[in-house]
């Protein structure tokens, strides 16, 4: 059976993929930012799975206000690099994996999970982004890659408990699956960052720092924080950070299994206007 060997969470800043397009990492306003991934290329290297299932929001650019999924699954064989407006990233192809991606609709949609099927689909930076991070810029990304849209744009957004729940019937579809795949699923966007309005750069390092304590050691009573509490302490796009909740509910701990260890935690602020959170969960065998 497949199973989840580890969960990732990473923030998705466009200016990051933008550094690392235009040769940028060595800068001193970005070199802190990329030490802290070192370590996770490395791990990434060691521990690259089958499959990555990539939780992620779109911003407005394979959906837009015509049409809002709240939970969207890639069941592509590929899916290319937006143009987000400056023209397609140069990174690779992300290949999919149908199989896995139709079992696992099957699977969450029957457990009462309303999944919008998507077999075509660009992808924006906030699944290259973090495929940058962890992979660094390789000629082809390393695994399969099921993209899992989540609607944190236009409100209503889905809440903290919900992705929590989803994380865990996704991590039943997982094991379910009829083959030895090693799958790693990762949360990605926030941490705390506004992008608009008087309050545009607002960072609260605290409650950052609190929000990872609090993934690591209570995410059950992380789930049951309010959308406000995320948008008043740490700004309106924080909201992203609902979707490593999805990732946190896959690992074995709340599904009955030993508490997962910390492989590696970072944090560092600024980039562009907001601040990078990162953490590596391994599910101890
Ligand atoms: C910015 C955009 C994002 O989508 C994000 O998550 C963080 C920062 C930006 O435009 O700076
Ligand atoms: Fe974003």
Known sequence: MARIGASVYTSHVPAIGAAIDLGKTAEPYWQPLFEGFEFSKQWMKEHTPDVIFLVYNDHATAFSL??????????????TPADEGWGPRPVPQVVGHP???SHIAQSVIQDDFDLTIVNKMD????????????????????????????????YPVPSGRRCFNLGKAVRKAVESYDAPLNVQIWGTGGMSHQLQGPRAGLINKEWDQ???????????????????????????????????????????DVNGGPKPSVAHRFYHVPASNTAVGHLILENRQ
């Open 210 to 252: 609190r929000f990872l304590d609090r993934l690591i050691a209570d995410p059950d009573g992380l789930a049951a924080m309010p959308h406000i509490d995320y948008v008043r302490e740490a700004g309106s796009e924080c909201i992203e950070l609902v979707m490593w909740l999805i990732a946190r509910g896959a690992m074995a």
């Open 66 to 79: 015509d049409m809002i999924p709240t939970f969207a699954i890639g069941t592509a064989a590929s899916f």
């Open 123 to 154: 992808v924006d930076h906030g699944l290259t982004v973090p495929l940058n991070l962890m992979c660094g810029t390789p000629a082809a990304w390393p695994c399969a890659v099921i993209p899992f849209a989540v609607n944190v744009v236009q």
């Open 99 to 101: 199989e896995l991606a």
